[in-house]
Every structure is written in structure tokens, then in C-alpha cells.
């Protein structure tokens, strides 16, 4: 049986969704204001895989949705039509938008070029459609006198995670040298020679982008806020740890190791897992993700918020890898040794910022919601070449 997400279900964090769950309270410097019902939403990048997730979920929360998405080549292949319910727009259109933001009460913003990037070259692509196209969006909100906007931000923003050391002190490790990396020292050292363990990041954490991707997804946050401030509006920015789940994108230089490792096994191979496979991440369902989208348009806060959005059950990429194959029948992992030299040693993302400010906890655990992707249906049409810009 395949599609496994659609037609059973995923197991809970915990058993159940409610056993765990305080009343939510405010986090330091978070200020819930009241739940409001929506009317109309606009939702870029509807067609994308964590786009059309919203979708349905927003729909089934009774609100009326306008979709919209340029279906990128690189993301959709070429002259894909737009589905069912959503409307080919480029963001960085500001006539286009001024149609589509008639009436609109709040903008779920997920369009995007996303991807760790191949070269340089993709930097216009990133500043183009990512940055420029969050501008082009935020002034013509302004116009609208639409006011609230939940922003998709990624993890990316902290580059490094964060480390103790064997005293249980905080450390901040400079970047990983390449000699190091060659010779298979894949840790971060303290004085004594120890490998620093990772420590959960929270909101606070300093960002440091590493990749021209995560350059501008932090871009994206600066005007977001800035305009948060200038407007007297509410930027809730989503910080998505390593999304997975089902129409997630196959295999192209742009996509998460997940549907890699899928790819891989797709095509009877082993997946091959970068450096020892002790990378520790935080792997959040789709699901989840839509679901914290929904809190976050039903209940907005007050000035420019980031949360960590994830799992907050971390899992190392070579768990990752063997959950999969295991769920698949497939081969069995291999650690290849080799590394790319913009990943992180581990990011591990702390959840508690969203749970109090969103009340939002994820409900689907890494091992079960990764054993339900091995089978689960991937993105029918893969990517095609860089991503056009202009
Ligand atoms: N997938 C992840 O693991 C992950 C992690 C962190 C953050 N994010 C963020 O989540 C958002 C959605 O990512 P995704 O994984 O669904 O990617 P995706 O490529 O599946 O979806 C992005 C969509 O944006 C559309 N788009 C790009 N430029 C556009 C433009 N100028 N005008 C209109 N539409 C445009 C694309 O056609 C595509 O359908 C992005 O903002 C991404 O940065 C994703």
C-alpha cells in the first residue's frame, strides 16, 4: 500500500495530542492576542509541497483560500499548470497581488526558491523571487491595509547550531575546517579534545546564515519585521526545521535529504549517509507544519514573532536513513564519509516558543511519521534546471 499518509494514521508524539499540553502562556516578550476567525486568505506558493498542504488544511478549517503560484520550472518542470483552486501569479507582480489581496484579511507566504543552492549562481534567483518577491508582497499588503502575515522562515537563519562542552558550558565553535572534514573529524572539538554535544536553539540564538539560500530567508525576516514595525503590523515567521511528508519534491540538487534517501532506495540503491551519520536535526511531518501555519493565521501576535517550528525529538541523519530503508525493504544505509562543506554539525531545534505562543505542538513523532514517508507519494513531476530569475 502506498500513500500511507493519506489513508492511515501517522502515530502521536506521546500517544495522544492532548496529554502533553499546558494551557498556553505567553513566552517572554510573545503577547497572545485573541483568536480571530478569518475570512479570506492568500496563500503563495499554494502549489508547492508545503503550500498545498495549507491548502487543505486551511479549507478544512473553513476558510476561504486564494491560491497562487508561478509553478517555478525548477520546482514543478517545465509548463506545469497550476492545480485545481490556484492561480498563476508571480509575487513579484505588484498588479497581480493587487487583485489577489482584495478582501484579504491575513497572507500565509510560502512561496519561494528553496534548496541549499548548487553555485553562485543561484544567488539572483534567491534575491529575486525570495527577497524581491517579499518586498513587491509587503508593499502591496500595505496598500491592501492587509496587516497580518505568517511568513515561512527556515532554520536555516542560525546556520550553526548550538553546543556545550564537556563542563556543561556553552561553546560557540568557529566553522568546520575543510583539512578537518577531509581527515573525517566531523566534530567540533572543546579544549580538552572532546566533541561539543549540541543544545536545543531557541529564537534568541544569534544568525549566522551560511548558505546564499539562508542569506535570503534571513533578508525575507529583516523586511518582514521592519515592516511589522513601519506598518503597526503582525509578522508570525515560521522557522520550519527539515520538512518531510508526503508530495514532498523527489530527488534534485534543491531538495531535503529525506527524498534523497527516498530517491535512492526508489532506485534500488543503498543511501548513502554524508559524514558518520551523528548529524543531529529535528524532522517535523507536513502536517505539523500546516498545522502550526493554521495557529498562527488564526491567532496573530503582536510585532514580528519568529518560532521554531519542529518536532522537538531530535534523530540523527543516520537514523534517518536507516528508518527509511528499513520501512522501504530496501537496502541497507551506507556512511559514505563524504560531507558538504556548508552543512552544520548539528541543528536541534527547541519547540517551546511555539508551543506557548501558538499552543502549538507537533503531533506526529520522526520514527513513525519517517517509517509512513518511505511509502508515501512523492511530487509527480521532478524539477527541471536551476531556477530562472528573470
Ligand atoms: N521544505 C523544507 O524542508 C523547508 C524548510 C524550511 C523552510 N521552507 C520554506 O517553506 C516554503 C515552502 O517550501 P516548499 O518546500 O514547499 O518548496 P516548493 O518548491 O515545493 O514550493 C515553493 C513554491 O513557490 C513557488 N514560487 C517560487 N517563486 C515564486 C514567485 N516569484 N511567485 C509565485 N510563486 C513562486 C514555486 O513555484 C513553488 O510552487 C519556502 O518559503 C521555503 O523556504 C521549507
Not at 508526503?246 to 559524514?275: N, W
Amino acid at each position: 500500500m502506498s500513500g500511507g499518509a493519506a489513508t492511515r494514521p501517522l502515530a502521536r508524539i506521546g500517544g495522544t495530542t492532548g496529554e502533553r499540553r499546558l494551557p498556553p502562556q505567553p513566552a517572554a516578550g510573545v503577547r497572545n492576542t485573541r483568536r480571530r476567525s478569518l475570512v479570506r486568505v492568500l496563500l503563495t506558493g499554494a502549489a508547492g509541497f508545503i503550500g498545498a498542504h495549507i491548502h487543505r488544511k486551511l479549507r478544512d478549517a473553513g476558510h476561504e483560500v486564494v491560491g497562487i503560484d508561478l509553478m517555478l520550472a525548477a520546482a514543478h518542470g517545465g509548463e506545469a499548470e497550476p492545480p485545481y483552486g490556484v492561480e498563476r501569479v508571480d509575487i513579484r507582480d505588484p498588479e497581480g497581488l493587487d487583485t489577489c489581496l482584495r478582501g484579504v484579511d491575513a497572507v500565509c507566504h510560502q512561496a519561494a526558491v528553496v534548496g541549499a543552492g548548487v553555485s553562485a549562481q543561484d544567488a539572483p534567483a534567491y534575491a529575486s523571487h525570495n527577497d524581491l518577491g517579499t518586498a513587491v508582497l509587503l508593499a502591496a499588503m500595505d496598500r491592501a491595509r492587509c496587516r497580518h502575515l505568517v511568513l515561512a522562515s527556515s532554520m536555516v537563519v542560525y546556520g550553526e547550531g548550538s553546543y556545550r562542552n564537556s563542563l556543561g558550558a556553552a561553546a560557540v565553535p568557529p566553522s568546520r575546517r575543510i583539512a578537518d572534514l577531509d581527515d573525517g573529524r566531523f566534530d567540533h572539538l572543546d579544549a580538552a579534545g572532546q566533541p561539543l554535544a549540541w543544545d536545543p536553539v531557541d529564537e534568541d540564538a544569534p544568525l549566522r546564515p551560511r548558505s546564499l539560500y539562508a542569506a535570503g530567508k534571513l533578508a525575507q525576516e529583516n523586511y518582514a519585521a521592519a515592516w511589522a514595525f513601519a506598518t503597526g503590523s503582525t509578522v508570525t515567521a515560521l522557522r520550519y526545521h527539515n520538512v518531510y511528508g508526503d508530495h514532498m519534491p523527489r530527488d534534485t540538487p534543491y531538495s531535503g535529504v529525506a527524498a534523497i534517501f527516498r530517491s535512492m532506495l526508489e532506485a534500488g540503491e543503498s543511501p548513502r549517509v554524508f559524514e558518520d551519520g551523528c548529524q543531529a536535526r529535528d524532522f517535523v511531518h507536513v502536517s505539523d507544519v500546516a498545522a502550526a501555519n493554521l495557529a498562527a493565521l488564526e491567532r496573530p501576535l503582536d510585532g514580528f514573532v519568529p518560532l521554531n517550528i519542529a518536532s522537538g525529538q531530535p534523530i540523527t541523519i543516520g537514523e534517518v536513513a536507516t528508518v527509511l530503508a528499513a520501512a522501504h525493504g530496501g537496502k541497507a544505509p551506507v556512511v559514505t564519509g563524504e560531507y558538504r562543506a556548508g552543512d552544520v554539525r548539528h541543528i536541534v531545534a527547541s519547540p517551546e516558543r511555539a508551543r506557548r505562543a501558538l499552543d502549538f505542538t507537533a503531533a506526529v513523532a520522526p520514527a513513525a511519521g519517517l517509517a509512513d514517508f518511505a511509502s508515501a507519494p512523492l511530487r509527480a513531476v521532478v524539477g527541471r534546471g536551476a531556477p530562472a530569475w528573470r
